[in-house]
């Protein structure tokens, strides 16, 4: 038998429901209670209006009472610990020795030791400093006057185009992290490089490494010196090396240049050690680096073509050691990124160094006369 079903209307309902809803206040109710975030209406608005003011009010009148007062900051700061970390330090920073280092007149506050007054290195610093320091002077001296080279030699520069900045008004300067970050400590001096914003075509300035196990071509006496460092399993390198290498060869056999391969591929390396024939080791260099992709088939097929011996034992013994020689030199050098070329007179202290260039017109446009 069916159940019957009641009918309720919708003005029961609502009306029940009004009830349940109801609110009522008992005697007992809390002071602070008049706190609580009402539910819903322009009360909640309200709310939350005064609430947020009521914040900013008593965060205002605390900065007016620290900045009044600083020994409200002390006492608050008294119980916070110091926190030291290992992963944070300092700039670098030399000892300051007024009798070893050069100063800067009073009348000067910023000095460009500059190779090239026109070259592009020294106008992407003016341009860097003119940004930082708008309203300072920056003098330009060349490195090779006997002022330059006073500085050049009390401050130890080693690479230049470079900007030398007095300490004293460094520090005086209102600069982000970032800013003072670009800059190196250097004794009363703050000094900024052209490497920071174009690690190519800087002047060096110091002697290179001798390298026995170097692969060269052209005669030693020849006027200029082409230092080479690469690698196998870099692209940019097998890319200079194809627009580069014909050049490298044609100066060699004019006697104009004497080409230095310092590579970093143990195939290579271990064929100038154990090969009698320069020319046999060459040509294996030659024929790896014309390869698009270097397969390691290929690279055995061209060690056997060779006739390079012994190649494990001069992985595990002798090349170890010498990677890391030309690693570290090259680092030292400022050699960041490979493929790194240095260029300068045979016998000579001063190099201009070049990264990422893939043309040999990269050259002639920095002014290196061949």
Request: one cysteine or more; aromatic letters at 8%; hydrophobic letters at 40%.
């Given at each position: 038998m069916?159940t019957?079903?009641?009918k309720?209307?919708?003005?029961?309902?609502v009306?029940?429901?009004?009830?349940?809803?109801?609110?009522?206040?008992?005697?007992?109710?809390?002071?602070?209670?008049?706190l609580?975030?009402p539910?819903?209406?322009?009360?909640?608005?309200?709310?939350?209006?005064?609430?947020?003011?009521?914040?900013v009010?008593?965060?205002?009148?605390?900065?007016?009472?620290?900045?009044?007062?600083?020994?409200?900051?002390?006492?608050?700061?008294?119980?916070?610990p110091?926190?030291?970390?290992?992963?944070?330090q300092?700039?670098?920073?030399?000892?300051?020795?007024?009798?070893?280092r050069?100063?800067?007149?009073?009348?000067q506050?910023g000095?460009?030791?500059?190779v090239?007054k026109?070259?592009?290195?020294?106008k992407?610093?003016?341009?860097?400093?003119?940004?930082?320091?708008?309203?300072?002077e920056?003098?330009?001296?060349p490195y090779?006057?006997?002022?330059?080279?006073?500085?050049?030699?009390?401050?130890?520069?080693?690479?230049?185009?470079t900007?030398?900045y007095?300490?004293?008004?460094?520090?005086?300067?209102?600069?982000s992290?970032?800013?003072?970050?670009?800059?190196?400590?250097?004794?009363?001096?703050?000094v900024l490089n052209a490497?920071l914003?174009n690690p190519?075509?800087?002047?060096?300035?110091g002697?290179?490494?001798q390298?026995?196990s170097?692969?060269?071509?052209?005669p030693?006496?020849?006027?200029?010196?082409?230092?080479i460092?690469?690698?196998?399993?870099?692209?940019?390198?097998?890319?200079?090396?194809?627009?580069t290498?014909?050049?490298w060869?044609?100066?060699a056999k004019?006697?104009?240049?004497r080409?230095?391969?310092?590579?970093l591929?143990?195939?290579?390396a271990?064929s100038?050690?154990h090969?009698k024939?320069p020319?046999a080791?060459l040509?294996?260099?030659?024929t790896?680096?014309a390869?698009?992709?270097?397969?390691?088939?290929?690279?055995?097929?061209?060690l056997?073509?060779?006739?390079v011996?012994?190649?494990?034992?001069?992985?595990a013994?002798?090349?170890?050691p010498l990677?890391?020689?030309?690693?570290?030199?090259?680092?030292?050098?400022?050699?960041?990124?490979?493929?790194?070329?240095?260029?300068g007179?045979?016998?000579?202290n001063?190099w201009?160094?070049?990264?990422a260039?893939k043309?040999?017109?990269?050259?002639?446009?920095a002014?290196v006369?061949?």
């Amino acid at each position: 038998m069916p159940t019957k079903k009641h009918k309720t209307t919708r003005k029961k309902v609502v009306k029940k429901n009004l009830k349940m809803k109801k609110v009522t206040y008992s005697k007992n109710r809390p002071f602070f209670s008049f706190l609580r975030k009402p539910k819903r209406g322009w009360r909640r608005l309200a709310f939350s209006f005064l609430r947020t003011s009521a914040v900013v009010l008593v965060l205002a009148l605390g900065a007016t009472l620290i900045s009044y007062d600083p020994s409200v900051l002390n006492f608050m700061s008294a119980g916070i610990p110091e926190v030291s970390d290992s992963k944070f330090q300092p700039r670098i920073s030399y000892p300051s020795d007024q009798s070893v280092r050069g100063q800067i007149p009073n009348s000067q506050e910023g000095l460009l030791i500059a190779v090239n007054k026109e070259g592009e290195n020294e106008k992407k610093l003016i341009d860097i400093f003119a940004g930082v320091f708008p309203d300072k002077e920056l003098r330009v001296i060349p490195y090779d006057s006997a002022e330059g080279k006073r500085y050049v030699a009390d401050l130890s520069l080693l690479d230049l185009p470079t900007v030398v900045y007095k300490k004293s008004l460094f520090d005086a300067e209102p600069l982000s992290a970032t800013v003072k970050d670009l800059f190196i400590v250097q004794g009363n001096f703050e000094v900024l490089n052209a490497a920071l914003v174009n690690p190519s075509g800087q002047l060096h300035l110091g002697s290179m490494s001798q390298d026995s196990s170097t692969l060269t071509i052209g005669p030693a006496n020849a006027p200029l010196t082409v230092i080479i460092y690469s690698s196998l399993d870099c692209q940019d390198c097998r890319v200079h090396e194809r627009n580069t290498f014909g050049s490298w060869k044609n100066l060699a056999k004019e006697g104009r240049v004497r080409v230095e391969f310092r590579d970093l591929d143990s195939l290579l390396a271990c064929s100038v050690i154990h090969q009698k024939d320069p020319n046999a080791s060459l040509a294996l260099r030659e024929t790896l680096y014309a390869r698009a992709n270097l397969t390691k088939e290929y690279r055995e097929y061209a060690l056997k073509k060779n006739n390079v011996e012994d190649l494990r034992q001069c992985e595990a013994q002798d090349f170890p050691p010498l990677l890391d020689k030309r690693l570290s030199d090259a680092l030292s050098l400022g050699g960041a990124t490979l493929p790194v070329v240095f260029v300068g007179k045979t016998g000579g202290n001063q190099w201009t160094r070049f990264t990422a260039v893939k043309e040999f017109s990269e050259y002639e446009k920095a002014g290196v006369s061949f």
